[in-house]
């Protein structure tokens, strides 16, 4: 742990730095020092430029992990965290259908938590773009949290089931 004023280590008991006195200011939420590695080339997705993460920032209440400001890339080779899904039900050459895009990747939502508080809060932002065969060009935008989207994960596995089961049709109605 540091000093928020000076940057010297401090302990964990200690109430004031003992290089420049300021009181030690205790993060309210930690953050995780473990930057995740990345599949593809196996370094760090991301390297500090000023020392390791955690970040104790003046000013802030808690540390900054190892996600903030990142832009879901990896910062070695290149790879982009995201997956993308297309689902075209257009005709060759063009005729009826619709095409519909969804794109997940690296999202952060940050609201206000009183006055002076911002929380920032990390997660999967999805995109669905849909162009239909008539009408209006829709772009939709959706944020999950971790927490949201690890939900959504496990009930995949559970009471979710069964609707990834369910099938399309159609309906001729001439």
Do not use: Y
């Not at 939420?29 to 930057?35: G, K, R």
Request: proline share 6%.
């Amino acid at each position: 742990m540091q000093c928020h004023q000076c940057d010297a280590a401090v302990t964990e008991e200690a109430r004031f730095c003992s290089r420049c006195g300021a009181p030690v200011v205790r993060a309210l939420l930690q953050a995780d020092s473990h930057v995740p590695q990345c599949p593809r080339c196996g370094d760090r997705v991301r390297a500090p430029d000023d020392g390791p993460f955690p970040k104790q920032r003046p000013g802030l209440i808690s540390a900054t992990p190892w996600n903030e400001g990142w832009d879901g890339v990896c910062q070695r080779c290149g790879l982009r965290f995201a997956a993308e899904h297309v689902l075209n039900t257009r005709q060759p050459g063009g005729g009826w259908g619709f095409i519909r895009r969804a794109v997940f990747e690296h999202g952060q939502m940050t609201e206000w938590q009183g006055l002076d508080f911002q929380l920032h809060v990390a997660g999967i932002s999805i995109t669905i773009e849909t162009v239909p065969w008539r009408g209006e060009h829709q772009r939709e935008r959706v944020f999950l949290t971790v927490a949201e989207a690890q939900a959504l994960c496990r009930a995949r596995e559970g009471p979710l089931r069964i609707l990834t089961e369910q099938r399309d049709w159609m309906w001729d109605t001439t």
